[in-house]
């Protein structure tokens, strides 16, 4: 792995050095474009509007509008000239328990490493993150924006998970979401029925990209003048018994009871 940021993570007077790395990857089959007649590839080029005259992409800048409508051309030089560009720090501002940030303002992790010849500080503080069960709330800047984070701790590690600003959350006005809905007693409890039966402890491993399997099973079929997927036979319609939320419920939780059980991973202590 290439660290993308190296600064200081820091809280309250101590200072940890840490290098940045980022914790995901993509497993996508990889793609360009080209001309669907004869395969030739499509390139894009950065041309000067109204002229075919290409421009450096060290040479492109960014225009912004201002509060009074003028368009203000920003180099790269006045993007590092900003205070914040050049602070090369992770500032811890304060620890919250793990339940006040609602996961869907999660973003993308990224792996710290001890940057230091001594990683007691690194590991003193990943320590006292499990021993109180919180998350440490940290700003820093990466690539020309300020990022709201959560540090936490993933194994023996500690993780930067980036966070969306509070405006960058969509408020879900759906009309349904407001409408009187009678919910009976007996399809509550059996939709908990069903819950239990297919409740158990979560292994990431038993599932797999299908999107991503069968589309490398069609560039391959199609690189050998093969056949990927063979027609399959048209799946048999429900019968009428799941017509109504209550029949379809105890169905499911009939095919869930018919179903192996699969045995329940230990926990182990985080």
Excluded at 158 to 174: G, H, I, S, Y
Aim: charged letters at 30%; proline letters at 6%.
């Amino acid at each position: 792995m290439r660290a993308i940021w190296t600064g200081e993570l820091s809280f309250g007077l101590v200072n940890v050095p840490v290098k940045v790395y980022s914790a995901v990857e993509s497993h996508d089959a990889k793609s360009h474009q080209v001309d669907s007649k004869d395969g030739v590839r499509i390139r894009y080029k950065r041309v000067r509007e109204g002229t075919d005259e290409e421009i450096e992409f060290a040479n492109i800048a960014n225009a912004y509008e201002s509060e009074g409508g003028d368009t203000v051309v920003l180099s790269k030089e006045d993007i590092k000239s900003m205070p914040v560009e050049k602070h090369r720090e992770i500032a811890v501002t304060e620890f919250v328990p793990r339940e006040d940030i609602d996961p869907i303002m999660f973003d993308k992790p990224y792996f710290l490493e001890p940057a230091s010849k001594s990683p007691k500080a690194y590991v003193l503080l990943r320590q006292a993150l499990q021993e109180t069960d919180r998350l440490a709330i940290c700003t820093f800047t990466l690539r020309n924006r300020t990022r709201l984070c959560a540090l936490r701790v993933v194994g023996n590690v500690m993780v930067l998970q980036t966070l969306l600003w509070p405006d960058e959350v969509r408020t879900p006005e759906f009309p349904a979401l407001t409408e009187d809905v009678k919910i009976r007693p007996q399809e509550l409890a059996m939709a908990a029925s069903l819950i239990d039966s297919m409740a158990t402890d979560f292994d990431p491993e038993q599932y797999e990209d299908d999107y991503q399997v069968q589309l490398r099973q069609l560039i391959e079929a199609k690189a050998t003048g093969g056949t990927a997927f063979p027609e399959a036979p048209e799946e048999e319609t429900e019968d009428d018994e799941v017509a109504d939320l209550l029949a379809a419920l105890k169905a499911s939780v009939k095919n869930r009871e018919a179903q192996p059980e699969r045995p329940a991973r230990k926990r182990t202590a985080s």
